[in-house]
């Protein structure tokens, strides 16, 4: 199975929203099915995703093009308009499903489709994708086209009983029988002639090839070129009588070396992912850039646990950034994020010109490099240069081909460090699927322009909190009021055109929850993974932002669960006492229903409410304190902030979230 084409189809076909930010949760009950509905029909998948971009070069104009379009349908989508425009964390969403489902899956080191090809011939079974390469190679059990696999229309056979799927299979004999008997050779040439992504010709001295179909209207020029193709013997005498009319000169030299390299990309050989599907082992790297990569990233690459975005980093140096649907008068939201992913780029091209002398020292110069970033300015793709930085106080300590062999605490500093998260933070007493998304708000909230509105800091820890019930509560009564009265009321408000105002907030959000996923994956995952699927629901978000604006009471949507109004709660402590006082004040003063912003101190609301929990276990202090001390003297540049030496402080060493 292509596995991006899966995701694609998957998730645009259910009609979830895109307009939001996503529905991630929607999108795990779909997955689900789908991979449900093949076994009970005892269908074996094998999913293989793409990696990094082409290392080659052949397809970057392609590339630019397609990021050029999307940033049109983002558009499109944010003016109410038709379009499509897959939320940025789909992929990791899927991802984590296929691990949580136990589906067989890799990622591959560059583009899939050559490989799902390949794996297909050897094993001998279809491949199931969208993408139109596959009407070109030749692939013995069939193509099934996912428009035509029809998997949520489980039937079955009357004579045994056996559950099947209804689709359509595509194989290449059968076309070239319709064609005269075409050599299947011939297909790569048709291919390249039409224009595929690596292949672009100067088609200028090219035959008018609709003049040979008898097919008249948008398909003849397609049935043209078939016709064409089918009197010629093999690709050889099709290429001499295509360029015939050029002569012997430059201009059909060049043409036909660039033929010729497009031919090959549909040449068959020996696949090189078969291989960890049976026995775990990576896939060989091949010669070239891609030799660059640490051996010890090729296992987690390959198995989903490290993003694909770092092999773009280490070969190219370069990286593409997703558009959303967001205010496209603002700047782009993955600007808010930019820290963070200067970070990572300085992880992965800084430490391996560290020489660690005696006593922790670097020697040798300290060099500089930089990642040329694709984003959006405007409506307009653009490029700039961004410089990789490594935290000061680690800089002497690192060494890319060891990191996941450095310790812990040197791994989570880091990562802390590119967050921001100041030294007092009490870390340890959050829901461990929490974690990253808590660090990942405070950092927002510090960062994003414009400076986020209070309904929307707190909308978005009531959607922590909402998927956090769902999670690990789900069964309670409590928890079910809680649930049910979000749900009903996002199915109560329905779908709107979307407030740029919120969704540039929360796609700010999204970009720095994504980027921070992926230094914490190359970190080894020092602060837990949370569970994306129950972390954010954009459509719920966007409507209880609205509702909070309209001047209803957060904690009013929380009542009838009391673990929910103090998991609230301590959040909301916590949090704010990661932002400066100024911040602070603003939040408070800002106008709003009820006279609500102004309460008292968190810090004393976070008081009271631990006070009620007792005295935790004194095995359990100790061994929390160790950890936070130990977390703490790891810690050496944060902005200093006037709260860090606030007595009550220890006070919220008294209660752990589970």
């Known amino acids: 199975m292509n596995g991006s084409s899966l995701y694609y189809s998957l998730y645009f076909r259910s009609h979830l929203d895109q307009a939001h930010g996503g529905d991630y949760e929607g999108f795990e009950k779909i997955v689900t099915l789908f991979f449900r509905n093949l076994r009970i029909c005892d269908i074996e998948p094998y999913v293989v995703l793409d990696g990094g971009d082409d290392v080659s070069g052949k397809k970057f104009e392609t590339l630019k093009t397609r990021c050029q379009e999307r940033i049109k349908r983002a558009n ?13 964390l789909t992929k990791n969403v899927f991802k984590q499903i296929l691990h949580k489902l136990g589906i067989p899956f890799i990622q591959c080191l560059a583009e899939a489709d050559w490989e799902v090809a390949a794996l297909a011939s050897e094993w001998n079974c279809p491949v199931l994708s969208s993408d139109s390469d596959f009407y070109i190679f030749n692939i013995k059990s069939g193509f099934l086209p996912i428009q035509h696999f029809q998997w949520r229309k489980v039937s079955q056979l009357r004579h045994n009983f056996k559950n099947f799927i209804p689709a359509k299979s595509y194989r290449v004999v059968n076309l070239c029988a319709a064609f005269n008997r075409m050599n299947k050779y ?10 595929n992504d690596y292949t672009k010709l100067d088609k200028s001295a090219f035959p008018n090839f609709a003049k040979f179909s008898t097919r008249p209207g948008g398909t003849a020029q397609v ?21 015939s009319p050029l002569g012997k000169n430059k201009k059909s ?15 068959l050989g020996p696949s090189s992912i078969g291989q960890f599907f049976m026995s775990g082992e990576p896939q060989t790297v091949p010669l070239g850039p891609l030799q660059k990569l640490p051996d010890w990233t090729l296992r987690p690459l390959a198995e989903g646990k490290l993003a694909s975005t770092i092999i773009d980093v280490v070969t190219l140096q370069r990286v593409m950034l997703n558009t959303q649907v967001e205010d496209f008068e603002l700047r782009s939201s993955s600007e808010t994020s930019r820290l963070i992913r200067q970070v990572m780029y300085g992880v992965l091209l800084c430490t391996r010109w560290q020489e660690v002398g005696k006593g922790g020292r670097s020697s040798g110069e300290k060099q500089q490099a930089d990642v040329e970033e694709y984003s959006r300015q405007g409506m307009t793709l653009t490029s700039s240069m961004v410089p990789a930085v490594l935290p000061g106080n680690v800089v002497t300590h690192l060494h890319l081909d060891s990191l996941w062999e450095e310790p812990e605490h040197l791994r989570l500093q880091i990562l802390l460090d590119a967050l921001c998260v100041s030294p007092v933070f009490n870390s340890h007493l959050l829901p461990p699927g929490l974690r990253l998304a808590v660090y990942v708000t405070g950092f927002w909230l510090n960062h994003a322009q414009p400076e986020p509105k209070a309904e929307m800091f707190w909308a978005l820890l009531i959607i922590l909190v909402y998927g956090h019930l769902c999670r690990e509560h789900q069964s309670t009564i409590e928890a079910g009021t809680v649930i049910s009265r979000l749900q009903n009321l996002q199915e109560r408000k329905g779908q709107k055109l979307v407030d740029l105002e919120i969704a540039h907030a929360f796609c700010q959000w999204q970009c720095c929850l994504k980027d921070s996923l992926m230094l914490n994956q190359l970190l080894n995952c020092p602060v837990p993974e949370p569970e994306l699927a129950r972390l954010y629901s954009g459509s719920l978000l966007h409507t209880v932002t609205q509702e909070l604006m309209r ?4 904690e009013s949507l929380l009542t009838g669960a009391s673990l929910a109004v103090e998991l609230y709660r301590n959040l909301q402590a916590m949090l704010e006492r990661e932002l ?12 709003g229903p009820r006279g609500r912003r102004a309460r008292c101190d968190p810090v004393d609301e976070l008081s009271k409410t631990f006070q009620r929990f007792g005295t935790a276990d004194e095995e359990e202090d100790d061994e929390g304190d160790k950890i936070y001390e130990e977390t703490c003297s790891a810690r050496t540049r944060h902005i200093s902030r006037a709260h860090t030496d606030d007595p009550r402080a220890k006070k919220s060493e008294r209660v752990k979230w589970f």
Do not use: C, H
């Open 551 to 554: 001047g209803v009471e957060p």
């Open 186 to 195: 011939n297909l790569s040439l048709f291919a390249v002639i039409l224009g």
């Open 76 to 88: 499109a989508l944010s003016r109410g308009r038709s379009g499509e425009r897959l939320p940025i």
């Open 580 to 591: 400066d006082d100024q911040f602070i004040v603003r939040i408070r003063t800002r106008a």
């Open 253 to 267: 030299s060049s043409i036909r070396k660039a033929i010729n390299q497009g031919m090959a990309e549909y040449r």
């Open 223 to 243: 049935d043209g070129v078939l016709v064409w193709l089918s009197q010629f013997p093999g690709p050889k005498e099709a290429i001499a009588a295509l360029l």
